[in-house]
């Protein structure tokens, strides 16, 4: 079965751009819930849970692959793009860039990190509803900002999402209200670079 998987910092280090309440909710309640139902599902399911005992990063990104349509995608989607998300953050830093082989890797796609930030954002800005703006590796190592709406994940087209924000409200709003270009203004502040460049 899958679990929880630890932040890798405290719920207050992110503060202010994400405050410890924001993360309580979303992090213990939100994604607790999408691990929870995931779990029920594959517990009812055979042709996924047979023979496994222990659930990995890697087994939950085959699941969203392979997983039809549906509530066990949803789930498994879900429980993966919030881990994903809380990966990629460290405490705030001003002035914070990616380091110097991946910043030329987004200005080659961009003339600049201030024009891919200024894209980024104006993207996540129009994205209707629920879902999240990524930067994604193509199959043929390019970078592109795509949107996807409630569960999507990228990982379903072959691509490979390396920064996350989730325009989800849950995400920001006890923090920003219904400020959601603020949330992306700050959002850069928390951006673990050196830990996306792994990706």
């Known amino acids: 079965m899958f679990t929880l998987p630890p932040l890798p910092y405290e719920l207050n280090a992110l503060a202010p751009v994400c405050s410890a309440e924001t993360l309580e909710y979303h992090y213990h309640k939100h994604h607790q819930a999408y691990i929870d139902k995931l779990n029920a599902l594959l517990a009812s399911d055979t042709t996924h849970s047979e023979g496994t005992s222990q659930w990995t990063l ?34 705030p830093k001003e002035q914070n860039k990616p380091e110097w082989a991946l910043e030329q890797a987004i200005i080659q796609q961009r003339e600049s990190f201030e024009a891919f930030q200024a894209a980024f954002e104006t993207s996540a800005l129009n994205n209707f509803g629920s879902g999240r703006t990524r930067l994604v590796k193509t199959p043929s190592g390019t970078l592109e900002i795509v949107n996807t709406s409630n569960a999507g994940n990228p990982l379903t087209d072959g691509k490979i999402p390396l920064l996350t924000v989730d325009v989800w409200e849950h995400a920001y ?24 460049a792994t990706l």
Not at 75 to 88: G, S, T
Not at 178 to 186: E, F, P, Q
């Open 173 to 196: 709003y006890i923090d920003y209200r219904n400020r959601r270009a603020d949330y992306l203004k700050n959002f850069w502040k928390i951006i673990h670079w050196e830990y996306i």
């Open 58 to 91: 890697e087994s939950l990104k085959e699941l969203v692959k392979t997983a039809p349509a549906g509530a066990l995608f949803n789930n498994a989607a879900q429980a993966l793009n919030h881990q994903l998300f809380w990966q990629q953050f460290q405490a």
